[in-house]
């Protein structure tokens, strides 16, 4: 379906005018512009009879022939009667480039409903409202209202924001990146990134889709396709309004609300999406997977000049790449050919012509511990650039080469030669490295087994009436003591508890439980109970009673509401390390789960990691891994081992109840006392509200 | 003295050749293209009589005038007798161009001293060995073997590698970046950069010294000298060799040894440098702040799309930088002006014209609490960059705006523009971003006071003879209890103690320090004291002697050396939070001092800072305010603050005491336990190591 807003055979322009600089104008100009001749194009505007000695039709209704693809391009208060029309015709995809909806306000918002409602009743596919239009350089159809057409190449390029995507497409010109289609995405009143990203993966024009997003609506299918997508195709994504500053601009922006950086930033992590946070990354990582898909091995320097290749060294050890450690063998052939420095980084010296270069070059892709190459020249007196670059086309075969050629005037013709073989230079050995990065992170993600998500046999109805809302007007709960029920059926260890009303009834708890225990106010008017002192660790025996009355007695004298519901008798966990596993809901993507190390950690270092539920092992292993904290759990100083497994089961659970249970909004088990390796873990208390989904 | 360098009246070119493709021709062609006519200008070389038409001296002795400059490119084995000849004939300015010196191996390095004591002989000022030259293009004057001159700006350019300064050059005509002057420094045998910096600060055709290092070889001689030039003008720095794998690059590479990362960072910091990690950064800071020296108050986006605001603001949040918060009055006009967005970012939308734009710009930037202005444009439709390209430039006398007209030839001839009135252009917002940052570092720096160090009155002689060096043998040693001696001597709290060799004297101690009191092993051969049970906590009245003996017992089962001196009896100090404070010499900067939080921060977290010795108060505060970990030392959760007072004073003790003996090579004070404000602080333990100098 999609197909025919890239390769349509028909098109109605509606909206096209004959006067001169206005949208509608430079559409239909640069519509027939169209290299593919057997296209028919109609012009549509009851003002005219003809535009640019082309027939124009009142309507779309008039025109005699089948149309594939309409562009319009009429004022906003006119497009919900275009599309009724187009629905009529039996016109399928649609583009809407008009603005003055959504993003315009209140008015906007209710007309572009209204659109939605059309081409949910026709069965439209429709791209916009506000937006630049689709561009397919490789059949020449240039569907937009912008002044160039970018030159080919094998970058996809979806763009929420039009003016961006105007920018790029001029910019790009200059800087030598060709697309292979690019779609501005406007305001996804129906399409959005998701169905264009399934039809990228399939084309064969494309080596890399490239995106610019504001904000991603469709969290959980966004995941599913992207994940899907990057087993063959690298996905690179720029995603602006991070910050809570960026959110706020973002939303009045495109209408868009945007969600938690935290989510995106997982959903991407979960997905395989590569992300940019820069223009420039944008495009040196793309460009650069549009070429190399995957790097085993370190990374091997060749250069002329110490100096950049210690910034490359530098960088590369700074990112995690690593650095190829020659083997014998190349090493002497190193020393036989007299350079300055025979390990990694190879300095071939600035007295070296290109064919020294060239043998270092050769020698160093031949070794088996190299997994890519940077090839850095700086301009001395006898390099000849074109000759060095005929050893970089001819080795790039054997090993990924990515030419660091420094100057001006002196390598452009190199770097003109590079591109036409799909090869980028880069100025800056820095940026050559991160976009190496971008490349092995594309692997890692590629080859990582893909595992379902994890379940575990679990009685939900034991607990449903627990979770489920009082009534439909009930905003947010917070669950009692009869949250370790819940934990319990889900099989996340707590320690033995019970509520007691009575001070006769917490001896004989806390007598069934075992001694020490702990004794916590139950009262949802206390949240910080320690603080009010109604909370009491290592309580012996004999002090259970008095210290019965001593939190009754604090409680009664914080809390006016008097909602005090008894005492909980815990049986008392010594020991252990705190982890905290957190979950929220996000409003695009769904359950967020968060884990971390207890207290200061999270609080001062922010050294949590994030997933979107629901979790597969590999997630849950890999988001303890990631935080830095993890080296504690590991054991420092001669500490054993943390049990991790079954803090990963606890993360699968709480992943399970959050799918599960989609009234569960919040939950936070804090803290998680975890033991060593084989002693398990136990959750001491939690948070947990429940409300109705917004 | 210097200056001739940049200014010489008559050039001496040693080694000229009319031998085309050689060093020793391109460069006399370079010099005899020399714009000031005046200069006279003569080839040394003693197989010809004439080259390139002019005459042609055996030596600088034949001569006739007086000669300011030599530019010596004479194969290395030669320039020891070119250099006497230099003395003799009275030429006090030397560039030395050849390479086979100290990066060559040992005998290139004995021909380098052999340069050094030369120059020390007739006090010569001797830039190189293995150097690309010096160009001044203020004057015209280009003694380098490059191909190309750059275009004249105010950026002078200081280089470690000659290879990456001609890279630079070259790129740098491309990117429309222009120099003042460019010193290739070489093997810095004789100058480094100190010497230029200083020249530099007073040179008015330089706005910004930008600068590529390996290495800094005169660390306090560094940071007192840019300490004071960044008073007026900024100095720019990459520094390569940062990591492990980088620094053992740089050390083959020009012959230099790379000193701690810790050491370079703090020397910027306290200096005021400004830090750049890629060549981007380099030229972008520099290039902004050749024209923006501060930025007071918040930034703020005026945009035609949405997008690339919403990525600024990002950007600015991220980096802390801020974004303004317009007044009453400028949202009124903006309203008035019918923005999409009146609060910052301000969106004038796709539809504005340039005027609009420009309108927003005028509004926005008389807005007080506006420090500067990002300025982004998309090419849309209406846009005529050229008339935006007007406002930018009369507005940015009311305040510094940064432009970032985003395309290719759309904005070609604009960028063009702002380049003659020294602006740079930015086509990623986030760039532009960064380069503000490094504005708002530079312009805080600048405005800090700059303290003295802080030196307290200590009675040194008091334990001199317990940290010299036994005999000019000694190697190192570690000092034992009598540390607590030095630590006291210069007033950093210690608890009480004392050191006992008999159970009996340890009760009788420990009478007198009072109950509880903690008892260790006192051995140079046990390190890790506790792990082999050596250290007894809490120990009350009646185990003092049990202990006694269970220590000795554990400590004569672990070393077989036997050295035991005794058992440290020392007040227990309760509670606190601990913190490290640490020294050691860094070979090129000394002292170089650290603070952190104890235990687990610093090992897990890397959280700690580093400042040179001496410090002032205001680095001492710095310090301990720049880790993460501050935050618990001010007080979470309703803890009290701790007393920062006291730990300020141990960091200027240790200062001096690190500065006071030179001898003292590593120092630690770790735990230092922290009681809440008012309440001190006790150096718990330490490790000290004496030895000699390297």
């Known amino acids: 379906m999609l197909d025919h807003f890239f390769n349509p055979e028909s098109i109605a322009v509606v909206g096209a005018t004959p006067r001169e600089g206005k949208i509608g104008n430079t559409l239909l100009k640069n519509i027939l512009s169209f290299r593919e001749q057997s296209v028919r194009i109609y012009a549509v505007n009851p003002k005219y009879d003809k535009i640019l000695n082309i027939r124009c039709y009142p309507s779309v209704l008039q025109i005699e022939e089948g149309v594939n693809l309409a562009v319009v391009a009429v004022p906003a208060i006119r497009v919900p009667e275009v599309l009724k029309q187009c629905g009529l015709k039996g016109i399928k995809n649609v583009v809407v480039i008009s603005a003055g909806f959504k993003e315009a306000g209140r008015e906007g918002a209710v007309l572009e409903s209204e659109l939605i409602r059309i081409s949910e009743k026709y069965g439209l596919c429709l791209v916009g409202p506000n937006c630049l239009g689709i561009i397919n350089t490789h059949s020449g159809l240039n569907a937009t209202f912008g002044k160039s057409t970018p030159t080919e190449g094998n970058i996809a390029f979806l763009s929420q924001s039009g003016a961006f995507a105007l920018a790029v497409i001029d910019w790009a010109k200059v800087a030598n990146v060709g697309f292979s289609k690019v ?10 990134e998701c169905g264009f990203i399934e039809y990228l993966a399939k084309d064969n024009e494309t080596a890399v889709i490239t995106m ?8 959980r299918r966004f995941i599913d396709i992207v994940r899907h997508v990057t087993r063959t195709k690298p996905v690179v994504v720029m995603k602006s309004g991070k910050t809570e500053a960026g959110a706020k601009a973002a ?16 959903a991407f992590q979960q997905s395989g999406a590569i992300e940019a946070n820069s223009i420039n990354d944008l495009f040196d990582f793309s460009l650069t997977l549009s070429r190399i898909r995957h790097v085993t091995g370190g990374i091997a320097i060749v250069t002329n000049s110490g100096g950049p290749g210690v910034m490359a060294a530098d960088a590369i050890e700074e990112s995690g790449l690593g650095l190829a450690a020659f083997d014998r063998e190349t090493m002497e052939k190193l020393r036989d050919l007299h350079v300055a420095n025979f390990y990694n980084p190879v300095d071939v010296m600035g007295d070296a012509d290109s064919d020294k ?3 270092a070059l050769g020698i160093v892709s031949a070794d088996e511990s190299v997994g890519a190459i940077i090839a850095i020249l700086s301009p001395t007196a006898p390099i000849e650039f074109d000759k060095a670059g005929d050893y970089v086309l001819e080795l790039t075969g054997t090993k990924p080469i990515i030419p660091v050629f420094m100057g001006g005037d002196e390598i452009a013709k190199t770097v003109e030669r590079f591109k036409k073989h799909g090869i980028t230079n880069y100025f800056d050995p820095v ?8 490349v092995k992170k594309y692997s890692e993600s590629r080859d990582k087994v893909s595992a379902p998500p994890y379940y575990f046999k679990v009685d939900r109805n034991a607990i449903k009436e627990l979770i489920e809302l009082r009534d439909r007007k009930e905003v947010k709960r917070s669950m009692g003591v009869e949250g370790f029920k819940v934990l319990e059926t889900y099989g996340i260890p707590v320690p033995s508890y019970g509520k007691a009303e009575t001070a006769a009834e917490a001896l004989e708890l806390a007598d069934m439980i075992g001694y020490p225990v702990s004794m916590k106010i139950v009262s949802p008017d206390i949240v910080h109970k320690t603080d009010v002192g109604c909370v009491k660790l290592n309580v012996r025996r004999e002090e259970v009673k008095e210290m019965f009355f001593e939190i009754l007695h604090r409680a009664e004298k914080y809390t006016s509401a008097r909602r005090i519901e008894g005492i909980l008798i815990q049986q008392m966990i010594e020991g252990g390390k705190e982890v905290i ?3 929220k809901r996000d409003m695009h993507f769904g359950p967020l789960i968060m884990f971390g190390l207890g207290g200061i950690y999270v609080e001062v270092f922010k050294d949590v990691s994030f997933r979107i539920a629901p979790l597969s092992k590999e997630d849950a292993i890999e988001m303890i891994k990631s935080v830095k904290a993890y080296r504690i759990l590991k054991g420092i100083r001669g500490e054993p081992m943390s049990d991790i497994d079954s803090l990963v089961d606890v993360l699968l659970r709480v992943s399970q109840l959050s799918m599960d249970f989609p009234e569960i909004l919040e939950a936070d088990l804090n803290p998680i006392k975890v033991f060593e390796h084989g002693k398990g873990c136990y959750a001491i208390d939690f948070k947990m509200i429940m409300g109705a989904i917004r």
């Open 212 to 219: 610019y997003l504001e904000d991603i609506r469709e969290g």
């Open 183 to 192: 779609v501005s995405l406007g305001n996804k009143a129906v399409l959005d």
């Open 251 to 266: 939303s009045s922006h495109t209408g868009s609300i945007a969600g938690s950086v935290e989510a995106f930033r997982a």
């Open 581 to 583: 596993v957190g979950m």
């Open 431 to 438: 940026r050559a490295v991160r976009a190496l990065c971008a």
């Open 357 to 359: 270069f060239g043998s």
